[in-house]
């Protein structure tokens, strides 16, 4: 067998596109159709993906700042309360200790008033016995001047 050339097994190019599109005209255009068909589906079906996967992003991010404003809200009205709640009870303990320091300054003061009037009574009573001791001493001194001088 001899080696042809290259040139040689070649057909002008025109001529060969004809001989292809006589043989497998038909299948090639009808195969190139489907393919066309098949891309075209393929960038729409990629298309509407990609419009839906934006489109539930949208809403997640709306749903997700949703929640969160709501939940930050709840937080919020939470924290109130119990900023009130503790707000009252510290109120009412202010005025618990109140109450107490004023009855125990009342009951202070009336101790501190019946030790005076006791102190008071006693040192009356001292007196008074230090005076009748006095009149008695003079009373002997008196009495033993008289029998002295007599």
Sequence with gaps: MSKKTVNEDKSPPGELEILQNL???????ETSRRLADIETRLNESSQELRTVINNNQEIALTNSNDQSASVRKELTQRINRQHEELTGQINQVQQDLTNQLRKLQSELSEQ????????????QAASEESRERDDSLRQELLTLTTWLDD
């Design 23 to 29: 043989i497998f005209g038909n299948q090639a255009r």
């Design 112 to 123: 501190i008033t019946k030790m005076g009037n006791t102190q008071q009574e006693r040192l």
